[in-house]
């Protein structure tokens, strides 16, 4: 009797290169959605300086919404990012909204007024008071501007003391710090 004859089985390759092509597509579809949505979407950004405390503390991580001012404007009481209308300036700044444009702002007695009406932001601490000469009171906003501080304003350099900020200069909305997590909070959107 003759003796069974046995079939060549294939031995698959140690690897492929359809295997390495596909995960080489699949990190670059994935660098690609998370440069879009940093351009045009949301963007983390850390807080850098003391003057939003306490609502933000330095180091916290907040993120950014990049949508809000595309179909909408700034109004009063926004945190916002955005880059400094100063030559000296290298990080993003992060501020509140104050008044827009058209609006008027004056500082009294330590307290902040916008169209005659006192404004209370109750986050806000440290006397508010005039830092630069340049920047004289009552102040009016140009339109497509806005007068931005911070809530720590003893410690804050905003527009007190480099007048409004082009509304171009904003980067977004801070929608919410999630970082650290145990102080997790969305602010309003």
């Known amino acids: ?28 579809l994935a660098v690609v959605i998370s440069v879009v949505l940093n351009l045009f979407v949301v963007q983390v950004t850390e807080v850098r300086q003391r003057s939003m405390e306490t609502t ?3 180091n916290d991580r907040v993120l950014v919404s990049k949508l809000d001012y595309r179909f909408g404007t700034p109004q ?13 300036a290298t990080i993003p700044y992060v501020k509140r909204v104050i008044a827009v444009g058209g609006e008027t702002v004056d500082l009294r007695n330590g307290n902040v007024f916008v169209n005659g009406k006192q404004v209370d932001i109750p986050q806000a601490h440290g006397a ?62």
């Open 128 to 189: 508010t008071q005039p830092q630069a000469p340049q920047v004289a009171y009552p102040f009016t906003v140009p339109e497509g501007q806005i007068f931005v501080m911070g809530d720590n304003r003893t410690f804050s350099s905003d527009s007190r003391t480099f007048g409004a900020v082009p509304v171009q200069n904003i980067i977004g909305k801070v929608i919410l710090r999630f970082w650290p997590f145990d102080r997790l909070v969305f602010f309003e959107w």
């Open 56 to 58: 933000l503390e330095q």
């Open 76 to 88: 009063r009481g926004d945190i916002i990012v955005f880059n400094p209308p100063t030559a000296d």
């Open 1 to 28: 009797m003759p003796p069974p004859a046995y079939e060549a089985v294939e031995e698959p390759a140690p690897f492929s290169w359809r295997a390495i092509l596909e995960i080489v597509q699949a990190l670059a």
